[in-house]
C-alpha cells in the first residue's frame, strides 16, 4: 500500500516527491469504511422489529413492510442525487448531513404510537439518510483517490455495510428479545452520531485537497471546480444512460439482486424462521455470519473484478445465489443445523459480490459519469428490494408463509444471471481508465 506522494506547489509547478509513505487513499477509504459501518447500524434492524411492532401496535406485517419498502425505495432514489451533492457540496458535508438524518429518525421511532409516524420516521427520514450514505458514496471515494485497486477498494468498502450487520445485528437481536425493541432504535442513532465527528475532521474530498496524485495514478489531478445543478446533472445523466442498453440490464440484475438480499433475506429471514421455531437471537446470529462470510466474499469479488470479465462473473453470482434460494425452505426449522449453516456460508459469500463487477461495468460504459449512473443502477437494486420487503410481507399475512417468495425470488435471480451475460463489452479508452 506505499506509493510516492506529491505536495501541490502554490505556484502552479509539479508537486515535489516526498518519501514513499501510506497513500492518504488508503486512509480516506478507512474513514469511509467506518463511516459506512456507522450508517449500517440501521441496516440491521427491519427484520428484528417486525414481530414486536406487530404484538405491540397490532400492525399488520404488510403495514410494518410497506415502512421498510419506503426506506429501501427513497435509499436508491436518494444516491444519485447525493452523488451529484457529493460533487457540489463535497462528501464530508453530505455524509455528515445524511448520518444526522438517520439518528434523528431513528431516534424519534421511540416515542411513535401510530402507523404513519413509523413510516415517516422510519420510512422518510431514515430513507433519505441512508440513500445518501448509499454505495454511490464508495463509488465515488474509489473513482476519485484511486486509480488502481478499485474493484478492490470497491470491495471493500462494500463489505463495510455487512461489517456494520456484523458488530449491531447480535446486540440489537438480545435487546429486542429482552422485551423492549426501543434500546435498539436508540442505539442506532447513537452509532450514526459517533461517526460524524470522524467524517468532519479525517474525511477529504479531493486528493488534490492535500496534495497527492490519486493512488496509482502518473500525473497529479488538479481537483475540479464545484458541479453546480446536482439534481439537473443526475437527471441529465439518467438520460442519457437509459439510451443504452447496458443500462437497463445492468438495472434490471441489480434490482433483482436486492430483491434478493435487501428486501428478501434482511427483511423477511428472522421472522420467517421464528415462524420455523427459530428464537430470534439464534436468528439473528445466522443474518451475523453472513455478515462476516459477506466481507470474504465481497473482497474477493472485487480482487476477482481487477482480473476477469465482469459479465461472466455477475452470471455465476446470481445463479448460484438462484440455486440456494430454491433450497431454502426446506432448510428452516427450529434449530441451527449443519445445511442451515451451509447455506448461510454460501448466501453469505455470494452477498453483496455483485456490487464490485457493477461499479466496474458502469465504469467501463460510462465513464466520469459512472458513479451517478451508478447511483441509478443502486436505485433499481432498491426498487427491487422495496418490493419485495412489501410483497413479502403481504405474502406471508395472506399465505402464511414465506415458501412462495423464496422459489420467486429463486427464479428471478436464474433470470438475472442470462441478464448479465447479455451485456455488451466496451473497449476502454485510456482516457475513460483514468476516470
Known amino acids: 500500500m506505499t506509493q510516492t506522494t506529491e505536495a501541490a506547489a502554490v505556484d502552479g509547478t509539479p508537486p515535489r516527491p516526498r518519501r514513499n509513505r501510506i497513500h492518504r487513499a488508503w486512509f480516506v477509504a478507512a474513514v469511509a469504511f467506518v463511516t459506512i459501518i456507522g450508517a449500517a447500524a ?32 427513497l435509499y ?32 424519534l421511532t421511540v416515542w411513535m404510537t401510530a402507523a404513519w409516524q413509523l413510516l415517516l420516521c422510519w420510512g422518510l427520514l431514515v430513507g433519505l439518510g441512508t440513500g445518501s450514505m448509499a454505495l454511490a458514496f464508495a463509488a465515488t471515494v474509489t473513482n476519485r483517490w484511486f486509480t488502481e485497486r ?141 455478515g462476516v462470510f459477506d466481507v470474504v466474499g465481497t473482497i474477493a ?3 476477482l473484478t481487477d482480473r476477469f470479465d465482469s459479465r461472466r462473473l455477475l452470471a455465476v453470482y446470481y445463479a448460484l445465489r438462484g440455486v440456494s434460494l430454491l433450497f431454502l425452505p426446506m432448510l428452516l426449522s427450529a434449530t441451527v443445523h449443519p445445511s442451515m449453516l451451509f447455506f448461510i456460508v454460501f448466501y453469505g459469500l455470494d452477498w453483496v459480490a455483485t456490487v464490485p463487477p457493477t461499479v466496474a461495468l458502469c465504469r467501463e460504459h460510462y465513464g466520469e459519469d459512472s458513479a451517478i449512473v451508478f447511483g441509478w443502477v443502486l436505485a433499481s437494486h432498491q426498487v427491487g428490494a422495496a418490493l419485495v420487503a412489501f410483497l413479502g410481507g403481504v ?18 435471480c436464474a433470470a438475472a444471471a442470462l441478464m448479465a451475460l447479455v451485456i455488451r463489452r466496451r473497449p476502454v479508452s485510456p482516457a475513460v481508465a483514468a476516470a
Open 42 to 73: 440501521f441496516r440491521s434492524v427491519p427484520g428484528l422489529l417486525i414481530d414486536p411492532l406487530h404484538d405491540e401496535f397490532g400492525w399488520s406485517r404488510g403495514t410494518i413492510g410497506a415502512a421498510v419498502s419506503i426506506n429501501l425505495a
Open 395 to 412: 405474502a406471508r399475512d395472506v399465505f402464511g408463509t414465506y415458501d412462495m417468495v423464496w422459489y420467486a425470488s429463486g427464479a428471478l
Open 301 to 303: 469479488s472485487g480482487w
Open 150 to 290: 478499485r474493484g478492490l477498494v470497491t470491495g471493500i468498502l462494500t463489505a463495510a455495510s455487512a461489517s456494520g450487520q456484523l458488530i449491531f445485528l447480535p446486540v440489537l437481536a438480545l435487546m429486542v428479545d429482552a422485551g423492549d425493541w426501543r434500546p435498539a432504535a436508540v442505539t442506532v442513532a447513537l452509532a450514526a452520531l459517533a461517526v460524524v465527528p470522524f467524517v468532519w475532521l479525517l474525511l477529504r474530498d479531493h486528493p488534490a485537497d492535500v496534495g497527492v496524485k490519486p493512488y496509482g495514478a502518473k500525473e497529479f489531478v488538479p481537483k475540479p471546480p464545484p458541479a453546480r445543478g446536482a439534481a439537473r446533472r443526475a437527471v441529465t445523466v439518467l438520460f442519457s444512460a437509459a439510451r443504452t442498453g447496458p443500462f437497463w440490464l445492468l438495472a434490471g440484475t441489480f434490482a433483482i439482486c436486492g430483491a434478493s438480499t435487501n428486501g428478501l433475506i434482511q427483511t423477511h429471514f428472522v421472522p420467517a424462521a421464528h415462524d420455523h421455531g427459530m428464537p430470534v437471537p439464534a436468528a439473528a446470529s445466522l443474518l451475523a455470519v453472513i
Open 76 to 107: 436508491g432514489l436518494t444516491a444519485p442525487f447525493a452523488a451529484a451533492l457529493m460533487d457540489r457540496f463535497g462528501m464530508r458535508r453530505v455524509v455528515a448531513v445524511a448520518l444526522t438524518m438517520i439518528a434523528i429518525g431513528s431516534g
